[in-house]
């Protein structure tokens, strides 16, 4: 640890609780994080692209009506 970073004042598992019930961290590259403000909008995205993909023909059945 470095000198200069101060736990003094920090509390020992005060999250530990929330990350054991299911946390699922995703490090973004800076160019997709710039367009997105918040957890919130990257959620909203997520879900919209999830819909797009589930409603769309799956390349399997593409090819077998093909």
């Known amino acids: 640890m470095r000198a200069e970073y101060d736990f003094s004042k920090g509390v020992r598992g005060q999250t530990a609780r929330r990350f054991a019930q299911g946390s699922n961290f995703v490090l973004l590259d800076?160019?997709?994080a710039k367009?997105?403000?918040?957890?919130a909008s990257v959620n909203h995205a997520l879900r919209a692209l999830?819909?797009?993909a589930k409603a769309a023909p799956s390349?399997?059945?593409?090819?077998k009506s093909a």
Do not use: H
Request: glycine share 0%; net charge positive.
């Open 30 to 32: 800076a160019d997709v």
């Open 35 to 39: 367009v997105f403000p918040d957890a």
């Open 50 to 52: 999830a819909r797009i």
């Open 59 to 63: 390349a399997r059945r593409r090819r």
